[in-house]
């Protein structure tokens, strides 16, 4: 349990009102955010709150504490989507995917009216790239981009699930996270990954949140707004 995770999610709920559509995300911090979400619909502070999930796995946890999720193309839009992230700037951008989500996460992302995100202090960085920049991959020809990465220095490795198998994402792909140790030209590298075919999307969220909700290990939070 990490008190920076847990104070920065449950206080994203004071975004929310009754009768929104609210996005879910994935990952330890976001799981804050659910539960106490569930909290407040329990407690009928909350009503009418309809979810939209970033992964199966987050379906699960919030069905199992009575929130309803239904599909995205059944809204038309995603009222609040508050989410974790890797690392972020303190001017919005960020690199996620840590737990391999990143590909519903934008796409959920770009169809919500605000965006937050939730994590602990140690996340906030003044660049991007300590953190391994996840890049999601269609199976089909996934050992060709492994090498023209290995060639190009950007250090992949393929995510694995357990000692023998690759991970597989929500989707049915790959993900090569690649050991970049720093990413000076953000865009750029976006565009350059945006760019291979067979590379389904990458990690790096370019001008994303809204609202970053920063959780300190003193149980203070930071918040940072447009
Ligand atoms: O992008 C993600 C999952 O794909 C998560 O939001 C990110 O990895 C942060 O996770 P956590 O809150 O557990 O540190």
Avoid: C
Avoid at 42 to 47: F, I, R, V, W
Avoid at 137 to 156: C, N
Avoid at 173 to 199: K, R, W
């Amino acid at each position: 349990m990490s008190l920076m995770k847990e104070v920065a999610g449950r206080k994203a709920v004071d975004y929310i009102e009754s009768g929104m559509v609210v996005g879910l995300g994935t990952g330890s911090t976001a799981y804050y955010f659910i539960d106490e979400l569930a909290n407040r619909i329990h407690a009928g502070e909350l009503t009418h709150i309809v979810g939209v999930s970033t992964s199966n796995e987050t379906t699960q946890i919030a069905r199992e504490k009575g929130i309803q999720v239904i599909s995205l193309d059944q809204v038309n839009q995603i009222d609040v989507l508050v989410d974790g992230a890797d690392e972020t700037l303190r001017t919005f951008s960020g690199i996620k995917g840590g737990g391999g989500a990143l590909l519903y996460e934008k796409i959920v992302a770009q169809n919500s009216r605000k965006v937050i995100w939730v994590v602990g202090e140690d996340k906030v960085v003044d660049e991007l790239g300590a953190f391994p920049l996840p890049v999601e991959v269609v199976q089909f020809g996934s050992w060709k981009l492994f090498r023209y990465f290995e060639q190009a220095g950007m250090m992949p490795s393929f995510r694995k699930s357990g000692v023998d198998s690759l991970f597989i994402t929500d989707a049915g792909n790959y993900i090569i996270d690649l050991h970049l140790g720093s990413i000076p030209q953000p865009n750029q590298t976006a565009f350059e990954l945006n760019n291979m075919v067979g590379v389904v999307d990458h990690g790096l969220f370019l001008n994303y949140p809204d609202v970053i909700i920063v959780g300190k290990e003193d149980g203070e939070l930071e918040i940072i707004e447009r």
